[in-house]
């Protein structure tokens, strides 16, 4: 069995603790498989599983933790109300959110995705959190393959940043699992982070 089929049984064994949906974090920094690790997570839980990525609802570079706000008001209150949560998508080469709204249906596990999203806050909410990590080199790597070196000048500071926050919010210690992902392949969609 591999670990994301593990993890989605181990999901489902658990209750709901945002309203009547099961949520699930996949947290860590930059280049360490976030994103593809949320979507085979999501389809080991079930097809119909959403996937919020927490880039999603960055406002640019400079929001990368004070987007909180945006996420509980679009996201994650209507979920634990129990009705569809929207968000509108930031676009990143454009520098501004898109004008149409994305839908997050209510639904017995939601997967939240991106740096911080198991942070603090949250986490009396969360049925399951995952943090992902690999050497910084080979994070690096990961990102230049991913972004083609062009977002390397912002990428330094944002590592900055998630350290920092990874620091103070002590993501790793409060997870429920850590996984290394060194030496993983990862073919890894145009995302940001």
Do not use: N
Not at 33 to 61: C, M, N, S, Y
Not at 82 to 109: C, I, K, N, Q
Not at 145 to 159: A, E, F, K, M, P
Not at 172 to 178: C, F, G, K, N, R
Request: no cysteine; charged share 25%.
């Amino acid at each position: 069995m591999s670990v994301v089929e593990e993890i989605a049984r181990e999901v489902w064994a658990r209750s709901p603790r945002l309203g009547d949906t099961r949520l699930v974090a996949v947290d860590g920094p930059s280049g360490a498989g976030k994103t593809v690790f949320a979507a085979r997570l999501a389809a080991a839980i079930g097809p119909e599983t959403p996937v919020v990525h927490t880039d999603d609802l960055l406002d640019g570079w400079g929001d990368q933790v004070t987007f909180w706000p945006r996420l509980e008001e679009w996201v994650l209150a209507p979920l634990r109300e129990g009705r569809a949560g929207h968000y509108r998508r930031y676009d990143w080469e454009a520098g501004h959110f898109a004008p149409e709204w994305t839908e997050v249906p209510p639904a017995p596990v939601a997967v939240l995705e991106g740096v911080t999203a198991a942070r603090a806050a949250i986490r009396p909410e969360l049925t399951f959190s995952v943090f992902l990590t690999a050497p910084l080199a080979e994070r690096i790597r990961r990102t230049d393959r991913r972004d083609g070196g062009t977002l390397s000048s912002y990428l330094v500071q944002w590592r900055r940043g998630e350290e920092a926050h990874f620091a103070a919010d002590a993501t790793a210690h409060h997870a429920d699992l850590v996984v290394d992902t060194t030496g993983w392949a990862f073919a890894v969609p145009g995302t940001t982070t």
